[in-house]
């Protein structure tokens, strides 16, 4: 194919694309709430299928994903019995000997 | 039954602060955590007999500190709302005209497969999890750190499930942005 026949090709495909594109336009903004919901529950497919559309073409959103797949996963370290979280926090003597004192007078 | 398991000043000597701090995630109140954190060890007196070595001392009286938790968390709804209100509206992200991020993402530089390990970053969350607006805590703390799902939180906390949706999305997007003032830069 000449160079002639290849510039032709390429005004055919944006020709057929950018219908394509103008009907779907997906936009960050339209997205990234739904990459969030999507970490919750299962999304309609049309929901779907558009995130995944507009996902993989946007590296930005792909970061975003990861960015808040990322928090999730500290989030439920955070949650943990031994979380390291708080460990700068105690109860103080005081309320300890109270808590005591109230345990206590239950028994 | 073991005899120690009775003995509450030894309850509060070894479990105290850890039971205090689980709450203090949950519970963003040093009062409120405290008064949770005594009324779970009373009801684990209480409930003595019921407690049969089955389980360590310690995921039992964890097992009932989640119960006083959820407790809390009911009998606020009945004076706070949990539902979006329009004076709610507080998105941190922009975006440009045509729908385009305003700023590009800050490369956290972290394998996100590694990322839980980061003790940093755990405690960074913590602190910008204390920075959100106490609604969005609230519904933040039940979905993800509580694991409730999301009809049972719509239902019992009468949140309308779009709403629940917004609230979430804005709550990630604050602590997103609240680590990469507080954490991102500084590592």
């Known amino acids: 194919m000449g160079q002639q026949g290849l510039i032709m090709l390429k005004v055919f495909l944006s020709k057929l ?16 709430p739904v990459i ?11 929901k779907y299928w558009r ?28 949650a943990d019995e031994d979380s390291p979280a708080k460990m700068d926090v105690s109860l103080s003597p005081e309320s300890k000997a109270q808590l005591k004192k109230v345990l206590k007078s239950q028994q | 039954m073991n005899k120690e398991s009775l003995d509450s000043d030894l309850w509060v000597d070894r479990y105290g602060d850890l039971l205090y701090r689980y709450t203090l995630v949950r519970v963003n109140d040093p009062d409120a955590a405290q008064e949770i954190v005594q009324v779970t060890l009373l009801a684990a007196l209480e409930a003595n007999k019921s407690f049969e070595g089955r389980s360590s001392e310690k995921s039992w009286l964890f097992g009932i500190l989640k119960h006083k938790i959820l407790d809390h968390y009911r009998r606020l709804k009945k004076y706070k709302t949990f539902d979006l209100l329009p004076e709610d509206d507080t998105d941190p992200f922009d975006y440009q ?22 003790t940093q970053l755990v405690r960074a969350l913590a602190g910008c999890m204390d920075k959100l607006p106490e609604k969005f805590r609230r519904i933040f703390v039940l979905k993800e750190i509580e694991g409730l799902s999301s009809d049972k939180i719509c ?18 997007n604050q602590l997103k942005k609240c680590l990469e003032i507080h954490w991102v830069n500084k590592v």
């Open chain 1, 17 to 32: 694309m950018n219908p394509l594109m103008q009907l779907m336009h997906i936009t960050c903004k339209d997205t990234s």
């Open chain 1, 36 to 46: 969030s919901e999507m970490l919750d529950q299962p999304v309609s497919s049309a």
């Open chain 2, 155 to 172: 239902n019992e906390f009468n949140v309308k499930p779009t709403n629940l949706w917004v609230i979430l999305h804005r709550a990630r």
């Open chain 2, 97 to 118: 005209p045509d729908g385009h991020w305003k700023s590009l993402p800050i490369d956290w530089k972290l394998d996100p497969e590694k990322a839980a390990e980061n």
């Open chain 1, 51 to 78: 995130a995944r559309i507009h996902l993989a073409m946007c590296g930005v959103c792909r970061y975003y994903k990861t960015q808040l797949e990322i928090l999730t996963r500290v989030t439920h370290e955070l």
